[in-house]
């Protein structure tokens, strides 16, 4: 059950808040507007007057609702009327009359509007014209002429919406942190149906506003980039002519009289205020280092991997850091992605937006590598001939936005749990579909048995404890012929296994097979050591305290067990 607050400006306010609300809709959409209860019980309805004129009663209503903002004269407050339509979720069953009167009288006892038992309260009215909602209307000057005690009101019916879902067996939402978007106005969807269009401007301007940050590399690019897509932007200017915030219009969306309609970038997102754009940009901002030579794919895998032990093992700071970067990361995969897999990655990146939020302050130090890796993706469209690159970014993001789901859950951020879940079930779905052919394609080209069992062998010295989950995956093949291939470049295959093995946990692994495919590729990729650089290597390892020489491969493997070694 979703209530939201509007209010409403002077003395003709209540005229045009009781006038649309008995009226037909912006799309005739209004069926049948009736009071289903009111400050008194007996307020007259201009939807059940059958032998009255209606806009007569509509007066005399608005005449009721108005008399103690008219006994103020000039002391009247500049706001009004309280507004505030509350609408049940699509799956809900359709309530009562009588069960959404008493919604409304709860509603308004937890606003501070009309308290349970207060005589002198705001005046108040419910209307219903649909089966799934109400819109309640109050004007805001009690009986006895002082001013509603409202406090956080926004906050107060949430909460008081939370109970009712419980009472009532209703779709229970998950409790806000006043951190997410602002949602689209009833106008602005309405404006975008009738022009056909699947989505509200303010959401395409977000979605677009954001990727640009994810791109840009400094505050011109991120300018560039949106005008490039159409978008008209307008700085605020201070004093001194310094831009102190932007606003953002879309060239097709236009007010009555023909102007561009904008809106504020702290309207379209918290995070996406001019100050905290910039704040972002510089942490991909090229100055304080170098671009780093290497495989783009290869770079954003391994930053990406990083990210569960972030989340497990880093301060809070640092953690809500990566998940912005991970965000960033989800805005631009779309454009580097298969054009059978942007829709799914679209909706996963929509969905993981509001888990990129939360009242903790992010640390963006740690997110350079990331954000510029995938950034070299995005500019240079590096080559990824068999789709592997992509296949296994994909897969490492996966696993971090599950991880980012367990985060917001032990850290109670139940909005934002809910966003990664769902970003979660999109990426899946992409995930099976680009790694499944890759990684067949991998398997055709696996090794002989007896090098397979050479491989699983050590495996099972290595990493018993998940010898057994690999060695029965389909990916078991896959990883076999990417180990075959490093060893056929040049690579002792046992010293880039150990290697993956290595890097990062497997526990962090949506699938360890999978996960140890894509890092002995990325090993395998490597210039290879020569025969006297391995030779060397295995001296000075040796000569080390703690360490041993395998019997039949000569790599180092520390005397430690398999969890130390990881």
Known sequence: ???????????????????????????????????????????????????????????????????????????????????????????DPVLTDAQWADIARRMVAAAGIAPEGDDEACRWVAVRHAEDHIHIAATLVRQDGRR??????????????????????????????????????????????????DATTRDVLRLRVRRAVAAASDEAE??????????????????????????????????????????????????????????????????????????????????????????????????????????????????????????????AAVAFERATRSHIAADLDSTCVLRRSVQAIWREQPSDGDGAGFAMLLDTVLT????????????????????????????????????EPVLTGLAQRAPSLQMKHRFAYHLQQAVPEYAERILGDPAWDALAAVLAEAEAAGHNATVVLDQALGQRTLDAANNPARALTWRVRRLGERHAPGPRAQAAKARSTAQRPGVTVHPAAAVPLQQQSPAHRR
């Not at 290869?298 to 998940?323: F, K, N, V, Y």
């Not at 971090?400 to 966003?419: G, K, P, Y």
């Not at 779905?429 to 790694?435: F, K």
């Open 1 to 91: 059950m979703i209530p939201k607050i509007i209010l409403g400006s002077g003395p003709k306010a209540a005229g045009r808040t009781i006038g649309y609300l008995f009226g037909k809709g912006r799309a005739n959409e209004h069926t049948d507007p009736h009071l289903v209860a009111s400050w008194n019980g007996f307020a007259p309805d201009p939807g059940r007057s059958p032998h009255r004129d209606p806009k007569a009663v509509e007066r005399q209503l608005v005449a009721q609702l108005d008399q103690p903002v008219k006994m103020l004269g000039d002391k009247a407050p500049k706001d009004t009327v309280w507004h505030c339509p509350v609408r049940a979720a699509p799956e």
């Open 148 to 197: 509603p005690e409202r406090g956080y009101d926004q906050r107060a019916v949430q909460r008081e919406a939370r109970k009712i879902e419980v009472d009532y067996g209703l779709r229970r939402l998950n409790q806000g942190d006043g951190t997410g978007a602002k949602r689209p106005t009833s106008k602005e969807r309405f404006k975008a149906k009738r022009l056909g269009q």
């Open 222 to 347: 991120f300018f560039s980039l949106l005008e490039a897509t159409g978008m008209t932007v307008r700085l605020k200017l201070g004093p001194s002519g310094d831009a102190l915030g932007c606003n953002f219009a879309m060239p097709n969306d236009t007010n009555d009289q023909g102007q561009p309609v904008f809106y504020a970038g702290s309207t379209l997102a918290p995070d996406l205020s001019l100050p905290k754009i910039r704040k972002s940009l510089a942490t991909t901002s090229p100055e304080p280092a170098p671009a780093w030579p290497g495989n783009p794919w290869h770079q954003a895998t391994a930053a990406t991997e990083r990210i569960p032990r972030h989340l497990t093992h880093g301060d809070d700071p640092t953690a809500q850091g990566q998940l912005v970067a991970l965000g960033a990361t989800l805005d631009l995969l779309p454009i580097a992605a298969p054009a059978a897999l942007r829709s799914e990655l679209e909706q």
């Open 400 to 435: 971090a936005v599950a991880f980012a789901m367990h985060w917001h859950r032990t850290h109670q951020h139940a909005q934002q749990e809910a966003a990664a879940e769902q970003a979660l079930v999109h990426l899946q779905i992409a995930c099976g579909r680009v790694a």
